[in-house]
């Protein structure tokens, strides 16, 4: 599976964003999938995830209620809408499958993207 995210870009604080991660392979759709992103000077953190089916959906709590994850899997494609954004959102962020485990943990997730920067001004 290789993955292509994008839709990063630069907005002012309280604007959105939409990232699109797509993925190329046929078994796509039998993959849960997250996004997470990593900030200058910090760890890789967990952003949201959904399952193969989409049918749930996770969230750190730094976005909950800010940011929406779903998935088209006609288009091979994983979203996450980004709302209110805040310059704390300001990072690279990477999109990945999950195979097992935690959907919180890194670790979980197999084949990753190359990230997409989001920079949110203040």
């Known amino acids: 599976v290789q993955l292509q995210a994008s839709g990063g870009g630069l907005v002012q604080a309280g604007g959105s964003l939409r990232l699109s991660c797509a993925a190329s392979g046929r078994t796509y759709s039998r993959y849960g999938m997250g996004w997470f992103r990593q900030a200058p000077g910090k760890e890789r953190a967990f952003v949201a995830a959904?399952?193969?089916?989409?049918?749930?959906?996770y969230y750190g709590d730094s976005v909950k209620g800010r940011f929406t994850i779903s998935r088209d899997n006609a288009k091979n494609t994983v979203y996450v809408q980004m709302n209110s954004l805040k310059p704390e959102d300001t990072a690279v962020y990477y999109c990945?499958?999950?195979?097992?485990?935690?959907?919180?943990?890194?670790?979980?997730?197999?084949?990753w993207g190359q990230g997409t920067l989001v920079t949110v001004s203040s």
């Open positions: 959904i399952t193969a089916s989409g049918g749930y959906t």
């Open positions: 990945a499958t999950y195979y097992g485990g935690s959907y919180y943990h890194m670790s979980s997730y197999e084949y």
